[in-house]
RNA sequence: GGCCCCGUAGCUCAGCUGGAUAGAGCAACAGCCUUCUAAGCUGUGGGCCAUUGGUUCGAAUCCAAUCGGGGUCACCA
C-alpha cells in the first residue's frame, strides 16, 4: 500500500465535493512535512483558494476538516498560512514499518524482473599509461549505476571497450624500442601499466627536445611538431602495425599484455568488473559498410575529394565527416559500426548507456543523430551517462605533463590512511590480521568511492591531493560506522530478531517516527537515482539514514530499554536501518563492514 | 564568435518536477565518554542562492539578458 496515493485519492475526493473541481489524484502534489511544524504530509492549499473563494486559512480549516472525515487514517491537522499539515494515526505508521522490516532487501526488485536488457559501456581506457583520477571517477560511476539499474530489476550487461591500438599506443612502445633497455615489468618491479606509462612520458619529453631542436634550427613550431623524427617513426610504426608487421605485432602485444596485468590489479582493488570485452584492435574497422549503407539511403553524401559526410545544420549540428577521403574511417565511423554491431550480437538490449566524460557531449549527440538517421529505431535508447572532469587546485589534469593523480597511488594512500586512523582508535586490536587488513582496504576505498559517488555526475568536482579525504561527516566511514555499530549492538541483543512482533498500538518516539519515515522513501529513492543514472540521489540518501540514527542512538538506548516491547520494535527498527545501509552502499559499490 | 554545462556559508557539496525560517560536512569556538562503538551527539557564529529583469498568490528552483568559470566546434581519439 502507497500512502501517499491512499491520501491523494481522498484529497481529490474532498476537493472536488467542497469546491466542485474536477482534480485527479495524481494532479495533487503533496510533500512531507517540514521538521519544524506538525504533522506528517502537507498539501499547500494557495492552489484551491480560487475555487475556495476564502482566505488560504479558511480553505486549510475546509479542506481538513473534510479529510478528517473521509480518512480514518488521518488523525488530526492544522493550517499555517496556506499549508495544510496532517498527521497520520501513529499505527499507520507502525504497520507501514512492520511492512518494510518483513519485506525481504526492501526496495530492491527481483533480479531481471522488469524484463529490461541494459548494456552499459564503462572504464574504456587506453592502453597506453595507468588509470588516473579522472578514470576512477568513469569506473566508479558506470559500475554504481550499472548496480541501481539492477535494483531496479533489469537486466545489466557492464562491458569495456578498450582502446588499445592507435597513435599514442605507438608512442610508448616506440619509446620502450629506443630507451627501453628491454626493461619488463619482472625486471624493474613496476606495475604493467606504469611501466608502459613512464614510456609515453619519455616520449612527450624527447619529442619536445627535437621540436626543441628544429625550432631552433630555424623551421616554425608547426613544422618542427610534424617533422620531428621521433614523430615520424612513430607513424611509421602505425602504419606497420596496420600491415600486421609481425615485430610490431609481436611488441604490442607484449606490451599490452603488460598494461592488462595492471589493470587487472587496479579494477580489482577498485571492485568493479565487466561482463564483456571489447576491444578497438577487433572494432576499428567496423562501420565502413555502414557508411555505403548511408550513401545508398542519402543521408550522407559524397564530397567533391571523394571524403563521406553527413549534414546535420538543419538539427542544429554541423557538418560531419564520417569517411576519410583515403577511405579509412574516423572516431565516429567505429563508434557508428560498434553501435550496430552490439545491437546485432545482443538483439534484446532496450538500452545502450554510455559512460563517457562530458568534453564529448557533442560527438555523441552527433553519433545518436546520425543512428537515428540511418533509421536505427533503438538510436532512441541511446543514453550518454556524461560526467564532469576531476579538477586538480591548479587546474585540469594533463597526463603527459606528469599533472595527474594516479589511480593506484590514490587508492594506497586512502588505504594507509584508513590503516592509521584505524588502529589510533584502538578498537581493533584484538581483530585477526587479515580481518584488519580487509577493513583498512573497506574503509580507504568506502571513502573515496563516496568522496566521488556524492557529487552530482554532470557538475565538475575538485579534488585536492594535499587534503586527505576526510574520514568524518558525510563520509563513506561515518556510514560504515553506523553499520557497524547497529551489528554491535544486535550482536549484544543476542536473540534472533525473525520471531520479533510488534504491537500495533505502540507509542512512537519522535526519532523512531523520523526513522520510519526516511526508510519508507528507500524505493523512491532508487527509483529515482535509476532514472536519472545518479548515484549521488542514494549517496545522500544514506548518509541522511546513517545521521538519523546516529541522533536516535545518542537519544534512545535500545538495549537498556525497559518495556520490552519497545525494545524489541527498536532492534527491528535498527536492523531494518542497517539492511537499508547496506543495500544503498551496495548500489555505491562501497562495502560495509560488519564491525570496525 | 556559435552551441553545451556550471555559478548556493571561508572550503567541499545537498536542495532545482516552483511552496513555510535555504541544509549538511569541513574549518573555528563551547559542551557531552563509569552507559549498546566519541569515525559519534548537542550548541554558537557564518548566506543580497553571481547580477538584473520577467512569469507567479509564491522563485535558489522556471524564462530572458548580462557577468564570471569550464567544455566543444578536426579527414585526432
Not at 488560504?56 to 499555517?80: C, D, Q, R, S
Not at 550487461?157 to 591500438?165: A, F, G, H, P, Y
Not at 555526475?457 to 563513506?476: A, Q
Not at 557497524?484 to 525473525?498: F, G, H, M, V
Request: aromatic letters at 10%.
Amino acid at each position: 500500500m502507497n500512502i501517499e496515493h491512499f491520501l491523494s485519492d481522498t484529497i481529490s475526493t474532498v476537493l472536488n465535493g467542497l469546491f466542485d473541481l474536477t482534480s485527479k489524484p495524481e494532479e495533487i502534489t503533496l510533500q512531507r512535512t517540514k521538521k519544524e511544524f506538525e504533522g506528517d504530509y502537507t498539501l499547500v492549499t494557495f492552489p484551491y483558494i480560487k475555487a475556495a473563494k476564502t482566505t488560504p486559512e479558511k480553505t486549510g480549516e475546509l479542506i481538513g476538516e473534510a479529510i478528517l472525515k473521509a480518512n480514518p487514517a488521518i488523525t488530526k491537522f492544522n493550517v499555517v498560512k496556506g499549508f495544510l499539515n496532517f498527521s497520520l494515526a501513529n499505527d499507520f505508521w507502525v504497520s507501514e514499518f512492520k511492512n518494510i522490516s518483513k519485506t525481504a532487501n526492501y526496495g530492491v526488485k527481483p533480479a531481471n524482473s522488469s524484463g529490461k536488457q541494459v548494456m552499459l559501456e564503462y572504464s574504456s581506457p587506453n592502453t597506453n599509461k595507468p588509470l588516473h583520477l579522472g578514470h576512477v571517477r568513469n569506473n566508479l560511476l558506470g559500475y554504481s549505476v550499472a548496480t541501481i539499474l539492477k535494483t531496479q530489476g533489469h537486466d545489466v550487461i557492464k562491458v569495456n571497450l578498450v582502446n588499445d591500438r592507435g597513435i599514442h599506443i605507438c608512442k610508448s612502445m616506440l619509446a620502450w624500442k629506443l630507451f627501453g633497455n628491454n626493461e619488463t615489468p619482472e625486471s624493474t618491479g613496476l606495475k604493467g601499466d606504469h611501466l608502459v606509462g613512464k614510456y609515453y612520458v619519455i616520449f612527450d619529453k624527447e619529442y619536445k627536445k627535437q621540436v626543441q631542436e628544429l625550432v631552433e634550427k630555424g623551421n616554425t613550431k608547426e613544422e618542427a611538431e610534424k617533422q620531428a623524427p621521433i614523430m615520424l617513426q612513430t607513424q611509421q610504426m602505425l602504419l606497420q602495425w596496420e600491415a600486421g608487421d609481425t615485430e610490431i605485432i609481436e611488441l604490442w602485444k607484449k606490451m599490452n599484455n603488460w598494461v592488462y596485468d595492471g589493470f587487472k590489479v587496479s579494477y580489482k582493488k577498485l571492485g568493479v568488473d565487466f561482463d564483456k570485452m571489447y576491444y578497438e584492435s577487433n572494432t576499428y574497422l567496423l562501420g565502413k559498410e555502414i557508411v555505403q549503407e548511408g550513401l545508398a539511403k542519402h543521408v550522407f553524401y559524397k564530397k567533391e575529394n571523394n571524403s563521406v559526410a553527413i549534414d546535420l545544420t538543419n538539427e542544429g549540428l554541423d557538418e560531419k565527416v564520417v569517411l576519410r577521403s583515403d577511405g579509412t574511417s574516423v572516431y565516429i565511423t567505429q563508434d557508428l559500426g560498434t553501435a550496430i554491431e552490439r545491437f546485432k550480437e545482443f538483439p534484446k538490449i532496450g538500452q545502450m548507456i554510455y559512460t563517457v566524460g562530458n568534453e564529448q557531449d557533442y560527438h555523441f549527440k552527433v553519433l545518436f543523430k546520425i543512428l537515428q538517421k540511418l533509421g536505427y529505431d533503438w538510436a532512441n535508447e541511446c543514453y550518454h551517462l556524461s560526467y564532469g572532469m576531476v579538477e586538480l587546485p591548479e587546474g585540469k589534469m594533463k597526463s603527459r605533463e606528469g599533472t595527474v593523480v594516479d589511480a593506484d597511488d590514490l587508492m594506497d594512500g586512502m588505504i594507509e590512511t584508513a590503516k592509521e586512523t584505524t588502529e589510533a582508535s584502538g578498537k581493533i586490536v584484538e581483530f585477526p590480521q587479515e580481518e584488519k587488513d580487509e577493513l583498512f582496504k573497506t574503509i580507504g576505498m568506502g571513502a573515496l568511492k563516496y568522496f566521488i559517488l556524492k557529487v552530482d555526475p554532470k557538475k565538475k568536482m575538485l579534488f585536492d591531493p594535499k587534503e586527505s579525504i576526510d574520514l568524518h561527516g558525510n563520509t563513506g566511514p561515518f556510514i560504515q560506522y553506523a553499520h557497524a555499530r547497529i551489528k554491535s549492538i544486535l550482536r549484544d541483543y543476542n536473540q534472533p530478531t525473525e520471531t520479533i512482533s510488534i504491537p500495533d498500538n505502540l507509542q512512537l518516539h519522535e526519532k523512531e517516527k523520523e526513522l520510519i519515515k526516511h526508510q519508507y522513501d528507500f524505493p523512491k529513492i532508487l527509483e529515482e537515482s535509476a532514472d536519472t543514472y545518479n548515484p549521488a540521489v542514494v549517496a545522500n540518501y544514506i548518509y541522511d539514514l546513517a545521521k538519523l540514527f546516529n541522533q536516535f542512538y545518542n537519544e534512545c538506548s535500545v538495549l537498556k530499554e525497559e518495556n520490552s516491547s519497545i525494545k524489541q520494535f527498536r532492534i527491528k527498527l535498527i536492523e531494518t536501518t542497517s539492511n537499508i545501509i547496506k543495500n544503498g552502499m551496495l548500489c555505491l559499490g562501497i562495502n560495509v563492514p560488519e564491525r570496525m
